[in-house]
């Protein structure tokens, strides 16, 4: 009997030593390295959608630029920065937070008539302020302002109805938290500084954030970093963070300033081990695209990321389309930006412009969702976009002899056609490099008109 009790003893220790062993392999299943199918995969969606929502809102949409009495030149998300304001001054800000005509289903709606696949949110911006209810905070919409509704969870729910993924931008620098930048001040975001207590604002604060954000928000598109250059970032830091993010939504994209691997504005460095899933130029569009490597252009619309009541250097819409044209036809995603009021308003300006692009969406996405690069260098007229068995031509300016020269073996084309004006077709004409077609005096678009060449076989 005695003998018995030694054995159940030995092979409970036993087992619980084995469990533990799991559970430790488990902890750290790697996700840095995956098949590329894998990584195809996941990323497929966001392949085929080419065209998101930036959404910049938090308390600076109060201030909106004037501070003092002051307007303070630059972005207006980074006013706490660069007016500057103490902390305690800026949380004056949250009391004053209230944007009662806020609807999450009408921002949803403008986004999806737009054309738009996916949004990404500031779940925190820099400030540190939250828009969700955090348990470790009380620095959040629910603790701290009259508003008190939870408007990630709102934005989910509006967002699944629409078949729009949805995403959080999340800073990992925080001018709020004492721990992380907070006692910089004057200069928040002084880049030599270091604060001792920093590993404790990770592992306590922003470690159980990003948990909350994905175990409470159901599934989601991708976690958008920024705010990685602060010097107490480390790349072992972010190699974690992108670690802890996977194991707990396997399927989820990552951008690359979750880790140090990022080139200035210029979004990316290739060279190195980093983390991250695809590259971020800022306010940018690289001139051949990034060969090799998932990218996506993020911009605004006026000059400012966050409200500013006096920004009005609004982009046209011819620009604001072709540039979606130009990311695409070198094989990039737009991420383009709104900045609501603080009445929870996007601006009447942005509104406008996203509706022209969704009108010539309407027409002309099959020639944007699901493309990839240009096989062919860049045309003087425009660019071109492809799918396989399908080359798109974006004629920006219609050659002043109407002849439009596209670089496909006569013999292998089926179809010739235009997008739009009762998809007018055309015969096309076998010249010295691919075949020739004239274009109508009049095309469908002023903006931009597609011409689809189908054809058959390899180019
Ligand atoms: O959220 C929006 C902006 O508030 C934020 N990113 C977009 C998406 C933004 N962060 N920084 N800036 C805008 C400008 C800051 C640039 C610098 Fe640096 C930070 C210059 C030096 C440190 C990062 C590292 C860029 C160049 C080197």
Not at 8 to 25: D, E, M, P, Q, R
Request: one cysteine or more.
């Amino acid at each position: 009997m005695k003998k018995l009790g030694y054995l159940t003893g030995f092979l409970l220790v036993f087992i619980i030593i084995w469990l533990s062993a799991c559970k430790k392999t488990w902890q750290t299943t790697d996700y840095l390295h995956e098949s590329r199918q894998g990584k195809e995969a996941r990323m497929q969606w966001w392949n085929e959608a080419r065209f998101g929502m930036f959404i910049h809102w938090g308390l600076y949409s109060i201030p909106a630029g004037v501070y003092d009495g002051k307007q303070i030149p630059g972005i207006g998300e980074w006013i706490m920065q660069k007016a500057p304001i103490p902390v305690k001054e800026y949380e004056k800000y949250a009391a004053q937070f209230n944007p009662v005509k806020f609807n999450a289903g009408e921002w949803v709606k403008i986004a999806r008539d737009a054309g738009m696949k996916y949004i990404v949110i500031t779940s925190k911006h820099h400030d540190g302020f939250c828009l969700w209810d955090s348990k470790v905070t009380k620095w959040d919409v629910m603790d701290a302002t009259p508003f008190k509704r939870d408007i990630l969870k709102e934005l989910k729910e509006a967002c699944d109805k629409n078949d729009i993924k949805l995403c959080f931008y999340h800073s990992i620098m925080d001018w709020h938290h004492p721990d992380a930048q907070a006692p910089f001040y004057p200069n928040y975001n002084d880049t030599e500084r270091s604060n001792p207590n920093f590993p404790r604002y990770v592992n306590n604060y922003l470690k159980p954030q990003l948990g909350e954000l994905i175990k409470n928000y159901g599934k989601l598109g991708i976690l958008w970093f920024d705010g990685e250059w602060i010097k107490d970032w480390t790349s072992p830091m972010g190699k974690d963070m992108y670690n802890y993010v996977r194991s707990l939504q396997p399927d989820i994209i990552i951008n690359n300033r979750v880790d140090k691997g990022r080139k200035g504005m210029q979004g990316m460095n290739t060279e190195g081990e980093f983390a991250g899933d695809y590259g971020t130029p800022e306010q940018e569009i690289p001139d051949t695209g990034l060969p090799g490597v998932a990218w996506e252009s993020c911009m605004t619309m006026n000059d400012s990321w966050g409200y500013k009541s006096y920004d009005s250097n609004w982009k046209s819409s011819e620009t604001l389309i072709r540039n979606i044209i130009d990311i695409t036809s070198k094989g990039g995603n737009y991420l383009l930006n709104v900045g609501p009021t603080s009445e929870g308003v996007i601006p009447e300006a942005s509104v406008q412009r996203l509706k022209a692009i969704g009108a010539w969406m309407q027409v002309n996405g099959e020639a944007i969702y699901g493309t990839s690069a240009s096989p062919f260098e860049k045309p003087g007229w425009g660019r071109y976009t492809q799918k396989p068995g399908k080359i798109f031509a974006h004629i920006f300016e219609r050659p002043a002899d109407g002849v439009l020269n596209i670089p496909v073996p006569a013999v292998q084309v089926k179809n010739v056609y235009l997008l739009g004006a009762d998809n007018e077709s055309f015969t096309p004409v076998p010249a010295d490099e691919g075949f020739i077609i004239r274009l109508p005096k009049v095309l469908p678009d002023s903006i931009a008109s597609v011409v689809v060449i189908e054809y058959e076989g390899q180019l």
